[in-house]
């Protein structure tokens, strides 16, 4: 569906953070933007996780603040 939209066949509707690279480069517009979904997600660990597995959550969490 994306690729139809960037190849001028038509639009397509679909989050932004599916598109923000194709935004990016021109390829596609959002010519009225994008509205909150009111989704969350959350990430959860033991405390006792071992080393890699929090810094895998530290850097998710990195990502996600944008």
Same mark, same amino acid.
């Given at each position: 569906m994306l690729e139809a939209a960037s190849a001028g066949l038509g639009?397509?509707?679909?989050?932004?953070?599916?598109?923000?690279?194709?935004?990016?480069?021109?390829?596609?517009?959002?010519?009225?933007?994008?509205?909150?979904s009111g989704l969350a997600y959350v990430a959860? #660990? #033991?405390?006792?996780a071992q080393k890699k597995a929090r810094a895998f959550y530290n850097w998710i969490g990195r990502e996600a603040a944008g």
């Open positions: 639009v397509a509707l679909a989050p932004e953070p599916h598109v923000a690279d194709d935004l990016a480069a021109g390829q596609l517009i959002a010519p009225f933007g994008f509205l909150p959860l #660990r #033991r405390e006792d």
